[in-house]
T-cell receptor, first 113, second 114 residues
Framework: GENVEQHPSTLSVQEGDSAVIKCTYS??????FPWYKQELGKRPQLIID?????GEKKDQRIAVTLNKTAKHFSLHITETQPEDSAVYFC????????????FGSGTRLLVRP | DGGITQSPKYLFRKEGQNVTLSCEQN?????MYWYRQDPGQGLRLIYY???????QKGDIAEGYSVSREKKESFPLTVTSAQKNPTAFYLC?????????????FGQGTRLTVV
């Protein structure tokens, strides 16, 4: 079945620096890759997603890149702010009839003021 | 916040008891999901339903049961057969279960076995 590995498990950066979180997936047929942010005590919320027909997508300070050949995708956060501190999850879609998402194990990002 | 509601927020269960977690959505979404979140393990799929009156096992269905009698509701029962039920449970929904779209999550229920 599909497996998604996410690294690092924890990441600490200085405010204003960039943060990069990387994920690899096993099912070469996967074509949908969302990223969720979960603040402490709150629900996960989608922050950006990418489909396999594009290699990069940006939304203000957040970008996601996808390398289908290598089967990995990354989240890039520039000019980090303390409110970016949260747990971030990547996910990849199953391409059987379920369309279910397989999540990575999460990255705890701490932005130091 | 709104759209998908889980209750209760905290739940305590004695060993050997069944307990049911509620999940209701007013987003008119076809698909609903239950995930379990443990520290350092991300979100693992318990059960999912792509349409009313139909549901499928996820990756860790043993010891759990669900029903989908109404489009708006997808309750999860944690049975006494679940050996390690203490966890944070998240319910989610998406517009349609047969295409890849955004999943909207509830606030979660933290279940503790005492």
């Amino acid at each position: 079945g599909e497996n998604v590995e996410q690294h690092p498990s924890t990441l600490s950066v200085q405010e204003g620096d960039s943060a990069v979180i990387k994920c690899t997936y096993s099912d070469s047929a996967s074509n949908y890759f969302p990223w969720y942010k979960q603040e402490l005590g709150k629900r996960p919320q989608l922050i950006i997603d990418i489909r396999s027909n594009v290699g990069e997508k940006k939304d203000q300070r957040i970008a996601v890149t996808l390398n289908k050949t290598a089967k990995h995708f990354s989240l890039h956060i520039t000019e980090t702010q303390p409110e970016d501190s949260a747990v971030y999850f990547c996910a990849a879609s199953m391409m059987d009839s379920s369309y279910k998402l397989i999540f990575g194990s999460g990255t705890r990002l701490l932005v130091r003021p | 916040d709104g759209g998908i509601t889980q209750s209760p927020k905290y739940l305590f269960r004695k060993e050997g008891q069944n307990v049911t977690l509620s999940c209701e959505q007013n987003l008119n979404h076809d698909a609903m999901y239950w995930y379990r979140q443990d520290p350092g393990q991300g979100l693992r799929l318990i059960y999912y339903s792509q349409i009313v009156n139909d549901f499928q096992k996820g990756d860790i269905a043993e010891g759990y049961s669900v029903s989908r009698e109404k489009k708006e509701s997808f309750p999860l029962t944690v049975t006494s057969a679940q050996k390690n039920p203490t966890a944070f449970y998240l319910c989610a929904s998406s517009i349609e279960g047969r295409v890849n779209t955004e999943a909207f999550f509830g606030q979660g229920t933290r279940l503790t076995v005492v």
